[in-house]
């Protein structure tokens, strides 16, 4: 539980970091997402639960401070913290390489999630095509950011990782 209470913190944070300082910046053309590589470490730090926890938690607080339709970011964000989760200690996360590959594929399975949704709600105008600048932008983004951020998030690795055999 204390682990999911300071995971919460870490996506306030970011999310903050994003909404407000981030995408107010004119020149850039898409912002990093902070919440879904933190998500993506989670999951796979913890598994399938948490990830799904995370996803949600993190969705939650986006879609608060966000403009797309509530609901939108829990519903893509839980899937994606359920199939991160997937992966959970099968892969490593240290070093340069994976973490960019990692990376790399969660902003490209969120786009397809976004694509996915939109199938079933035509009415819902998603403006975010894999083709697209911004798209690109983002994918080299959070490529280049997840080493950073999963370097950063190993400092409160303690913190922030289940620990079941205290539980049992």
Do not use: H
Request: aromatic letters at 18%; hydrophobic letters at 55%; charged letters at 10%.
């Amino acid at each position: 539980m204390k682990s999911f209470g300071i995971a919460s913190l870490f996506f306030l944070g970011f999310a903050l970091l994003e909404t407000a300082i981030l995408s107010n910046i004119i020149f850039l053309p898409a912002v990093p997402d902070f919440l879904l590589i933190t998500s993506l470490y989670l999951s796979l730090q913890n598994g399938r639960l948490f990830g799904v926890s995370a996803g949600f938690t993190s969705g939650l607080i986006l879609d608060f401070l966000g403009s797309v339709p509530f609901g939108l970011n829990c519903l893509f964000r839980t899937v994606f913290g359920y199939v991160a989760g997937l992966f959970n200690k099968s892969l490593n996360i240290n070093g340069v390489f994976f973490p960019i590959l990692l990376g790399s594929l969660a902003t490209i399975f969120k786009a397809f999630l976004l694509w996915v949704i939109s199938i079933f709600y035509p009415n819902l105008n998603l403006i975010y095509t894999v083709f697209s600048f911004s798209f690109l932008f983002e994918l080299l983004l959070n490529a280049i950011l997840s080493p950073l951020v999963f370097r950063f998030l190993d400092i409160f690795k303690n913190s922030l990782t289940l620990n079941l055999e205290k539980v049992c």
